[in-house]
């Protein structure tokens, strides 16, 4: 069977990718597709790509970010309506499917900007309501599709032995899924203050959510979820009969799978618990603000502070120097893997995710122990170095581990190392790819992965506002 992965290989051009997001050399004439052929336009956003765009002195830089910041908008939201109210359906890019984590994660650069332009302020209405519908379709899922009554066509989930239902594209249980929906919400509501989209359909998805993390802490059964995918790869599977592996009920939330949708070897995923923690404190100010749900509001906050105890009483690990970091996996029984993968959340996004201070120094070992050879995904080649994950393979460095690493830096060095490997890291396309060969950048993943596109947009815009003379410079 072909799964996803034998898709997107390295170096693969894929067929469904437009033919702007193609080029063999930069000639650093705009890769956006026309106008009229565009998916979604905002008035605010074309302002900012000017107003950023003039404080970016490296021409290759800048070029980068004007084709990569509007990418979600110009190529993967369909807009509609669903009993009376807006409906936006964000698809990753090359695979026509809305997944929770990125259709979050894909808005978030425009967050700022939504007071500025109603039609904006629409999209993340529209998105909300999409997402509430999706989790009450299945807590478990992590992609759907766009028709609810739809039966998936992706290649790789055909004949997953799992509770399969109508409207789902893949049913991959990941802590972070349900996070990212939180998380857009209280972004949306801390920016507009507008209540609009929190009717009693994203309450009770909001309540599905804290459910399905209280199932999963598995305190007095293993829950409902099971899943099985026949295929040669084991990361793309779940072990003991599809409930995947054993865990000492302490508190933290048994997890399937990691943000890269590969399985986890110990089923307590810190990164993604931490996440909860902070995204279930978020979804309880917006019960009590926008629907005034202490009921709501206290189940969330309560579990938060539970599984907040349990990380700090079981999810760290000392590496074999001494040093205590945050483990990446554990299994309640003293059992522990340190490790990084690029996808987001991982360790070195705990403070981009607002989880921790960048300057918090547990945090800093963990982060700095993950870009070194104590983490087996990071690599160093001709090329550039950064984070990987067994995803894609070794050797093959994702753009994402570079912006999560600008984002935490606390020196212009870095930030500025990190632009540079981000600018001559693009195989010559103009954007951001899901992976690059080590060695050889024109070797890539992914030429249409829109959530890293929006990434590094939203790094260029962040760094515009907070280090514009960094972006002043040439490189």
């Known amino acids: 069977m072909i799964d996803r992965r034998t898709v997107l290989g390295a170096g693969v051009a894929i067929a469904a990718t437009p033919a702007f997001a193609r080029a063999a050399t930069p000639t650093l004439a705009s890769k956006r597709p026309a106008l009229a052929t565009r998916r979604f336009t905002s008035k605010a956003v074309e302002r900012e790509i000017a107003r950023v765009s003039a404080k970016i002195a490296d021409p290759k830089l800048r070029w980068m970010f004007a084709n990569c910041y509007p990418n979600t908008l110009d190529t993967t939201v369909k807009m509609g309506t669903v009993d009376g109210k807006p409906d936006s359906f964000v698809i990753t890019g090359d695979i026509d499917a809305l997944w929770l984590r990125d259709s979050a994660a894909q808005v978030k650069p425009y967050l700022h900007l939504v007071k500025q332009d109603p039609k904006l302020r629409t999209l993340f ?206 299994d309640g029984y003293g059992n522990a893997i340190f490790m990084d993968d690029a996808n987001v959340p991982s360790l070195s996004s705990l403070a981009y995710l607002g989880c921790m201070p960048a300057s918090d120094p547990l945090f800093r070992r963990t982060a700095d122990a993950a870009w070194s050879d104590a983490n087996p995904y990071w690599s160093r080649g001709r090329a550039a170095e950064g984070i990987g994950g067994p995803h894609v393979g070794l050797g093959q460095i994702w753009p994402m581990s570079l912006i999560q690493r600008a ?55 962040t760094l515009a506002d907070r280090r514009p003379k960094l972006l002043a410079e040439t490189f």
């Not at 299945?138 to 599709?145: C, V």
């Not at 931490?274 to 009921?295: P, Y």
């Not at 632009?419 to 950048?441: C, N």
Request: with cysteine; proline share 4%.
């Open 407 to 461: 984002f935490v830096a606390q020196d212009d060095a870095t930030i500025r190392s990190c632009l540079k490997m981000l600018r001559d890291t693009d195989g010559g396309s103009g954007f951001i790819h899901e992976a690059f060969d080590q060695d050889d950048p024109t070797k890539f993943t992914r030429d249409w992965f829109a959530w890293a596109n929006g990434l590094f947009g939203e790094l260029l815009v």
């Open 125 to 330: 209405q529209g998105l909300i309501h999409r997402q509430a519908r999706c989790i009450l379709i299945d807590p478990y899922a992590n992609a759907f599709l766009e028709d609810p009554n739809g039966k998936t066509e992706l290649s790789w989930a055909l004949t997953d032995q799992t509770e399969m239902k109508p409207g789902v594209a893949e049913r991959k249980w990941e802590i972070d899924s349900l996070c990212y929906a939180m998380r857009l919400a209280h972004g949306y509501w801390q920016a507009t203050r507008d209540a609009t989209p929190f009717d009693a359909q994203w309450a009770e998805a909001a309540r599905a959510s804290v459910r399905t993390f209280r199932e999963q802490q598995r305190k007095t059964n293993r829950g409902p979820y099971r899943f099985q995918r026949v295929s040669n790869r084991t990361t793309e599977t779940l072990m003991l009969d599809g409930w995947g592996p054993p865990s000492k009920s302490v508190g933290l939330i048994h997890c399937g799978f990691r943000p890269s949708d590969d399985a986890c070897v110990y089923p307590f995923l810190i990164p993604a618990n931490w996440f909860a923690v902070t995204a279930l404190r978020e979804l309880a100010v917006v019960a009590n603000e926008a629907r005034r749900d202490t009921a709501l509001a206290q189940e969330a906050v309560a579990l938060a502070a539970e599984v907040e105890a349990a990380l700090h009483a079981y999810g760290k690990m000392r590496l074999r120097d001494g040093r205590e970091v945050w483990a990446f996996e554990v």
